[in-house]
């Protein structure tokens, strides 16, 4: 788990630095709240998508909020349907009493390479391989 800390709180989520997201498709993660005061608090995630130059793409609030009891720690898991890709996704954590919104996680998520992107390294392997293959027997021949 990474972590971002405000005064009333930590946020973390399972993303590593880099995450294979195709566009469209849904991100499945686990976000986990940490409440560090001393009363039960009520958070909020926020999502911010930036392009990898930072210019904003958008921002949302998740719909839940998270009750959270004081000293303890919550664990949910998301699924959020992210319509772009090779961009920076963030996390912040928002204090609903407090108006205060934390420090950001955050990951790139970059487009996986297409079936013809996999796939063309082998089929000129092959193809060199052939070549080299029907080369080589007719200059021995000669």
Known sequence: ????????????????????????????FTVSIENTTGEEREFQVWIGLFSLEGSVITTFPLP???????????????????????????????DIETGEMGAALQTTLEQPPSVVDQVSPAIVGAMVVGMIG???????AD
């Open 64 to 94: 839940d909020t998270f009750t959270v009891a004081a000293g303890a720690t919550t664990s949910f898991n998301l699924s959020v349907k992210i319509d772009y890709s090779n961009c920076i996704l963030q996390a912040s954590l928002y």
């Open 134 to 140: 029907a080369i080589i027997p007719k200059a021995l």
């Open 1 to 28: 788990m990474r972590y971002a800390a405000m005064i009333a709180g930590k946020l973390g989520w399972n993303l590593a630095q880099r995450v294979s997201h195709r566009a469209g498709e849904i991100l499945q």
